[in-house]
Structures are given as structure tokens and as C-alpha cells.
């Protein structure tokens, strides 16, 4: 073997040897979030909601992978690996602000889709470049949320005692360790700048932290006050309701700008977070369950930064077309309705009996007719013959000459 037919052994041998232990190939680099909104960077507002531009980088593209990333406002627990890629678990290890998964939600999720996904026509949030890189705007929703835990209940997260920021993960249920983060974002007044000081950590519901409030009164961002010591109170559209329906509701009596969640029963149903208005007032509707047990249920509304709670009680009724019975109002039978039915149901019996009858007339004529020559004709076979009796010529009666008498 030749001295260059060696060297070229050997130096494909450290080539593969580098190819297989990752020496001299670039690495990934790690995933980085960056926040910026009005106030400043990985700001937002004490006061309500605020928009935020987010970009990520050193994230990892699959071509044609299924899924992407999911971006949350959130919290995450400190003293556990929440990471789901690591057995980190929704509802326990991280909580986040709800939102619907379609595209034109309220902005606090987004998705982002990785290049050519069969899912990308779900993102909200751009596509994953080929170089890791990523954009969009989300909405982070104030200070407070109320999120969903394992149990399906809610749970109050106050970000002026825990620190929340943004989460990412994977999409879909896919867990990829490269594009798991978390950003802290920190929360200023607009007006004096000042930055929420973050207590001690601790989970979120665990130890509810109450919401810092002296005299039931809150300001709104222009200033106004505006005032929470009357309770809050619900609307309904109406008090009985047939299940599955939709029912709306409105409340008044909350924090301008703050989160209010609608709840009914132990968590049958329920919407939100809905924003409160500039006057502390909501509007909303829950569908509910077809299956839900006819009976009473309580509709409860609650504000997550304020506390306020009010309640109200509707009566559910079964569908009927369950039944097979009309539901809707307009094809519900009337008595007027059912007189014509009942009378149109007589007359059809009436019609019918006469039918039936005349068939059974007609068929007992023509069985007379039919049988009129045939007793003739078996009466006349049956009848004997009359004798024929000879009447013989009368003779005439010989009359005696008169006796002579002799003198």
C-alpha cells in the first residue's frame, strides 16, 4: 500500500470520526426571545392590556415537520423543570393565559408553523425560517389572568407576585427540548414608570396573594377612578334555557381593562377571559353541554384582578327534539293546529270507510248478478216434466125413446 493511498485512509477516517462526534460542524445556536412593546424592552403595563413585538432566533426549522411552536404569556414553576420535554406538565409545571386556537383569536397564543407544515394553514404567528428565525405581535393581557389547571379548575396568576414572561414550546403535542424558552416580561405603570416588585416565589393558587387594594378603587390609565364598592352584578338574556342552546349574559361592576371569566356549575361550560370596558362592564355567552342535566344551574362571573364575583341562576330544560318533539317556538302544535289535524284525521276515515264500503257493495252486486241465470237454470234442470193429460171428445149422450104405454 502506498504512503498517499494511506494518508487518504486516514484522512477519510477523521473526517467520518468527526462527522459522527459533531467536531468541526457549526452547532445550533440556543433559542432566544426578544420582547418590545411602547414602555420599553420585555415591558408591559400595570393598567391593561399591551401589545408586544416578539422575535425569536436559534430556534430549529423542520422542513415539512409536523407542528411548530407554540408562543404563551404565562408562568412557569422555578423549582421544577417545567419543560415538557423533560415530563414538565400543563396546568402543574406552567400556566398560561387562555386563548381559542383560531387564527384571528384575542392575541395572547400565537403559533407559529414550521416551513411547508401540513398545519401551516392554522399558524397565527409567521413560519419558522430556515435559519431559526421568527416574528409576530401578541397581546399580554395585564398583570393578572386566570388560567385552566390539570383539575380543569381556574387559577388566579398574579405576575405581581410570581414572574410570568413568555413561553415557547412545541406545537401539537410535540415535544422539542431546542425551541422550549422562557422570557420574563416585567410590569411598569405607563405614568411613573415604576416596575412591579416580584414577592417570593410560589405557585399560583396555592397561596392566593390578594390584590393590593386600600379603598376599593382603582385608576384607569387616563386617570379616571373608577370605583368598586358596589358588588358586581350579571345579566341574563333569559333565566330558563333549552341545553345546548347558547346563553349571553352581562355584568357590570369591574375593573376597566381586567380579565372577567364566566364559569357555569363545577365547570360545565364556561367563556373567557373577556375584557372588561372602560366602565368595568362585559358581555358574553357560553353554549351549553346537550347533555347537560335538566334542573337549576348557577352562571358565576369573576374578575381576576379585582375579585369581584356575582352569580346567577337559570333553569335548563332538556331539548325536546331529543324527543322528537318540535323545539323551536314556531313549530311547537297549537290547539288551533291540532283541532285541524284531528278533524283532517276524521274526514280521512270517514273517506276511507265509504271507499271500502262501496267496494263491498259493488262486489256483492256483481256476485247477484252472476248468480241470478245460474239459479234459473239449475231450477229449470231440477223442475220434472208436467203429464200431458189427452182430453177425449165429450159423446153425445144417447137419449132413451120415451116408453110406450099401451091402453
Known amino acids: 500500500m502506498t504512503r498517499a493511498r494511506l494518508a487518504s485512509l486516514l484522512a477519510a477516517g477523521l473526517l467520518a470520526a468527526t462527522a459522527v462526534s459533531g467536531v468541526g460542524t457549526p452547532a445550533q445556536a440556543a433559542a432566544r426571545v426578544s420582547i418590545a412593546s411602547d414602555l420599553g424592552s420585555a415591558l408591559a403595563s400595570l393598567e391593561g392590556p399591551t401589545t408586544i413585538s416578539v422575535s425569536g432566533s436559534g430556534f430549529q426549522s423542520v422542513q415539512g415537520g409536523f407542528g411548530g411552536i407554540y408562543v404563551f404569556f404565562g408562568w412557569v414553576e422555578p423549582s421544577s423543570s417545567w419543560r415538557p420535554s423533560e415530563g414538565g406538565r400543563t396546568g402543574v409545571d406552567y400556566l398560561y393565559v387562555p386563548d381559542s386556537e383560531a387564527k384571528d383569536n384575542a392575541g395572547y397564543q400565537r403559533f407559529v408553523t414550521f416551513p411547508g407544515s401540513g398545519t401551516a394553514a392554522a399558524a397565527n404567528g409567521g413560519e419558522v425560517r430556515a435559519d431559526g428565525s421568527w416574528d409576530l405581535t401578541m397581546v399580554v393581557p395585564g398583570p393578572t389572568f386566570q388560567a385552566v389547571d390539570r383539575d380543569g379548575g381556574m387559577r388566579t ?52 396573594a390578594p390584590v393590593e387594594d386600600t379603598d376599593d378603587t382603582e385608576e384607569s390609565a387616563d386617570g379616571a377612578t373608577a370605583s368598586l ?157 208436467e203429464e200431458q193429460t189427452a182430453v177425449l171428445p165429450a159423446v153425445p149422450e144417447r137419449r132413451s125413446a120415451p116408453e110406450r104405454v099401451d091402453a
Open 157 to 208: 396568576v398574579d405576575c405581581r407576585e410570581v414572574t410570568c414572561g413568555l413561553i415557547t414550546i412545541g406545537a401539537h403535542g410535540v415535544a422539542n427540548a431546542n425551541n422550549e424558552t422562557f422570557t420574563p416580561v416585567e410590569f411598569i405603570s405607563p405614568r411613573s414608570g415604576g416596575v412591579a416588585t416580584v414577592r417570593d416565589e410560589q405557585a399560583p393558587g396555592s397561596d392566593p
Open 229 to 385: 364598592s358596589e358588588p358586581a352584578t350579571i345579566g341574563l338574556e333569559q333565566s330558563t334555557i333549552i341545553a345546548g342552546r347558547v346563553l349571553t349574559f352581562t355584568g357590570t361592576g369591574f375593573q376597566p381593562g381586567e380579565q372577567v371569566v364566566a364559569v357555569l356549575g363545577a365547570g360545565e361550560t364556561g367563556a373567557g377571559p373577556l375584557l372588561a370596558g372602560e366602565f368595568g362592564e362585559v358581555a358574553g355567552a357560553v353554549t351549553l353541554p346537550p347533555d347537560l342535566r335538566p334542573g337549576t344551574h348557577v352562571l358565576t362571573i369573576a374578575g381576576a384582578g379585582s375579585g369581584q364575583v356575582a352569580e346567577a341562576t337559570i333553569s335548563v330544560m332538556a331539548d325536546p327534539s331529543a324527543f322528537g318533539i318540535a323545539a323551536d317556538d314556531g313549530d311547537q302544535l297549537t290547539w288551533p293546529v291540532i283541532a285541524v289535524l284531528v278533524t283532517g284525521l276524521v274526514l280521512a276515515v270517514l273517506v276511507l270507510s265509504s271507499f271500502v264500503n262501496g267496494l263491498i257493495r259493488r262486489r256483492r252486486g256483481r256476485r247477484a248478478a252472476r248468480s241470478v241465470p245460474e239459479t234459473q237454470a239449475a231450477a229449470a234442470h231440477a223442475a220434472p216434466e
